[in-house]
Each structure stands twice: as C-alpha cells, then as structure tokens.
C-alpha cells in the first residue's frame, strides 16, 4: 500500500490449481478427437455381433460430428491384458479414447462390460483473459483416467451411445455438446440400474460445468455423484475446487479433508487445500499442506510456487525466493515464477533483480499484464517515471478494466508532479473499485498538491469512509483535521 508520493506495491501473485495434466498430451487443444474400439472378447463373436453393432451404431451417430471419429481397433483386449493394455494401444495410435471390453451369453441377452480409457482427459489451460486479470490461472479439474459401465446390448445400445458422444465431446474442450448428450444420457439411464454408473456421467457433466465456469451447477453434480456413490474422492475435490472458485473456502477446505481421507497421498489435494488456507490468511497451515504436497510428489513445481506464495504473504522473502528457484529448476519456462520471484525481490527492495524477473516472465509470456505492472512498480520506484508509465500502458491495452493499473500509473504521473493527469488515472481506478480506501486518500494528495483544498477535503472524507486499514483512517484523519483546521 502506498499513501502519499513513491511507488505502489500492487502485485498479482499467481497460484497454481492442481492438477495439471493427467495424461502428456494437453499443450495445446485438439479439436479432432480419436476413439479406437476395439475387439470385444465374447465366445462367440459370429452371432452376437458385439463389436460390428457397438461401431456401427457409434460410427452412424457420429456423422453430423466432424471433431470425433470413431475408429476400430481390429483386435481384442482381454481382461487380463486389462487398461494397461488398452492404454498402451491408444497412445501408439494417437487415440484421446478407448473402448474396449467383453461380454457373456445367455439364452436371450448379451450383457457386455464397456471400458472408456480416457487418454487426453485433463488438460492445463491457461485462460489469458483472467490471467491478465490478475485472477489465478484457471486449471483443469481432476478427470477420470478410466471408468466401466454395463449395458444390455439390445436395450441399452442408446445409452452408450449418448455417453460415448458426451465423453467425445468433453475431450474435444466442446462443453455445450458434452452438455447436451451427457443429459440425454442421464435421462435415459435406469436409475435403478447400478451398472449403467450415472455418478460418472453426473462427474463429468460437472466437471464441465465447471469448465463453463457455472460453479453451482457443478457443484449440483458433485452432491449427486456423491448421493450415488459417497466414496468418490475425485468428486469431492472437484468440488472443493468449484467452492474454492466461488470463494467459499470452508466448503472447500471441508472437501479436500473429505477427498483426503479417502486417498491420503493426493498432493493436489493436499496443494489445493493449502491455497484455500492462504486465501483464508492462515498461512502457517498452508504451508503444511505445500509441505505434505511436496513429500508426496518432490517435483511439484506449483506447490513450491504455492508455499512460495505464503512464505511471501508472512514477509518471508528469502524463503520465498528459495521456494521459487525450486519451481523455475522444475519448470524454467514458469512465467508465473519469474513474477512471483520478482514480486520478492522488489518487496526486498532490489528492484533491478525485480525487473530483470519481470522481463523473463514477458518474454514467456508477452501477454501478462501483472508483469507489466510490476515491472513498472520497479522502475516506479527507481524513479523512471517514464519507463513505469510505458509499462502500465502496456498492462491496460491488456486489461483497461483492471483498477489498480490505473491507480499505479496515477502514482508515477503524481511522482511526475502532473497531478491533472493523476487525478484522472485515480477518477478511473475509482469507477472500476469505488471501494478502495487508497485510491481516495492518494487523489486526495495530488488534489492538495495541485492546490485543489476543497476538493482535497472530500477526497480524504471518502477514504475515512470506506477505510477498513487503521493505517488509512489515521493518515484520512491527520490530513482532514490538517486542512479543516487551517
């Protein structure tokens, strides 16, 4: 916080959600997805057809669907070559999905046993949009490497289906599609019919909720994977995550216990119950939770990230920078690290190594507005008025509608001693946050500057008002009881 003239310290520390890929394929999004079918194993494949009935019908549904194809493996996986087998197919043959799987005889029915292996599952985006925005990058949700239903071939063929395509569509990142058959797939399900697993169905349709950043209605399909089967320990994470992302940190923090008594060794959990401790300012338990992290996976650059995060919200700097040099040796094209480590550095007071931060974490990523700001915060406070306000431009082509970078390049216009342009930074910061104490005191400063008492009065009235910092009161006060009194 800065009241008065000098420079501001706004940075944007940047967590890291877990996990981020389940399967090695998730750089970049593929719009084609590959479904491979493979042989069913059955004694007596002439007569019931499994695997030309099962493809036809997936082949025939999929037509008016350019992004997924449906494939034949021509050869069958038994269930003791199981997933692993499956798997090692599928990636060979660049699939995003396998099925495969086996059926009985009876004298009037064929049940068959279909396994979905789920090869291109959760992928790490990396949303610009609210990242410039300062906001944590918005990870994937934890998916299922693999699930199993059972179906009756005759009854059931529409099922499978609809579940086939919804699952096609959730890999193809194709969220309103994966909607739309996951739904018709539920509402044709049996409920009373176990086998058909509508929990799966019900995860993934929330996990793309999720995607679509309708955090209720996820959350709406966790509780009812969870009333199905209370056992579900990736549901509640999700979960946790979908709270977390509506800032309801004690549900989300009740979640990841959940998901963690059910499997201790999950250091995602563990990583994502540390930030809702951090964001809840418990920092101590934070780090706990990154330390449990980091013994359970010792290469988990975000949870060094993480602790790095809360080393630096207790002032802890130097151990900060340690836990970031960790991150960047795991990870060197870690743009969020580069800024992290700069944001410690500068709050060390040595900006030069701050800035030299900030210009790694653009050449990684030339769209990060917060490096931007921060890097301008450090000239800022090096007294290069000019460069600072260069870099704040650049932060606001990338996000006009971010307060504080116009707060920051009000303060160096106000350093420059041009207070009508300051005003007007400090006027538009204000529109964005009319809630923010410091932007009131600091434009109450340049208007007493620039001889403006009047106004400067209603300036400070309005930060006393909406000052929750003691610190602001009291400096509100001082000046107000200053001028009032002359």
């Known amino acids: 916080m800065t009241l008065g003239g000098g420079a501001i310290g706004l940075h944007f520390l940047q967590r890291q959600l877990s996990p981020l890929c389940l399967i090695q394929q998730c750089e970049q999004k593929n719009p084609t997805v590959t479904v491979l079918l493979a042989e069913f194993d059955g004694l007596d494949a002439k007569n019931y057809r499994v695997t030309e009935t099962i493809l036809q019908n997936l082949q025939d549904a999929t037509k008016n669907y350019p992004t997924v194809k449906i494939l034949p493996l021509k050869q069958a996986i038994t269930q003791q070559e199981g997933q692993d087998k499956a798997r090692e197919l599928g990636k060979n043959k660049n699939a995003d999905i396998v099925i495969w799987g086996s059926y009985g005889k009876t004298q009037q029915k064929a049940p068959v046993s279909v396994n979905f292996e789920i090869l291109s599952a959760a992928k790490d985006y990396i949303d610009v949009g609210k990242q410039v925005q300062g906001e944590p990058r918005n990870m994937a949700v934890a998916s299922l490497e693999n699930f199993e239903i059972q179906v009756n071939l005759a009854e059931e063929l529409k099922y499978l289906t609809l579940v086939t395509l919804g699952v096609s569509a959730y890999a193809a990142d194709d969220w309103d599609n994966a909607i739309k058959q996951l ?121 060094f990230n993480n602790r790095g995060i809360a080393y630096s919200d207790r002032k802890e700097y130097d151990r900060a920078i340690a836990d970031y040099n960790q991150a960047l040796l795991l990870n060197p094209k870690y743009a969020e690290a580069f800024n992290n480590r700069g944001i410690a550095y500068y709050n060390k007071k040595e900006y030069d190594r701050a800035i030299v931060d900030y210009n790694q974490a653009l050449l990684l990523n030339p769209k990060y507005a917060e490096a931007f700001n921060n890097r301008g915060n450090g000239y800022n406070n090096k007294k290069e008025y000019d460069r600072a306000i260069a870099d ?63 106004k400067a009065i209603e300036s400070y009235r309005q930060a006393l008002a909406v000052a929750q910092d003691p610190q602001v009161k009291e400096f509100a006060q001082g000046k107000l009881k200053e001028l009032e009194g002359k």
Do not use: H, M, W
């Open 183 to 303: 739904t018709a797939a539920l509402s044709v399900a049996k409920p009373n019919n176990a086998a058909l697993d509508p929990a799966t169905i019900y995860f993934y349709r929330g996990n793309t909720y999720y995607y679509k950043k309708e955090y209720d209605r996820a959350i709406a399909d966790y509780n009812q994977v969870l009333l199905l089967n209370p056992k579900y320990a990736v549901a509640f994470y999700n979960r946790g995550n979908a709270y977390g992302k509506k800032g309801e940190y004690d549900g989300a923090i009740a979640d990841y216990n959940q998901a963690l008594l059910l499997n201790p060794k999950d250091a995602a959990a563990f990583n994502n119950r540390g930030i809702a401790y951090s964001d809840r300012k418990e920092y101590d338990r934070a780090i706990a939770d990154y330390n449990q992290a980091l013994l359970l996976n010792p290469k988990y650059a975000e949870a």
């Open 392 to 454: 704040y431009n650049q932060a606001l082509l990338l996000n006009p509608k971010y307060a504080e970078f116009f707060y920051n390049r009000g303060l160096a216009y106000n350093n420059k001693k041009e207070y009508d342009r300051a005003i007007a930074d400090y006027n538009q910061a204000l529109l964005l946050n009319p809630k923010y104490a410091e932007f009131f005191y600091n434009r109450g400063l340049a208007y007493e500057l620039k001889g403006d008492k009047v």
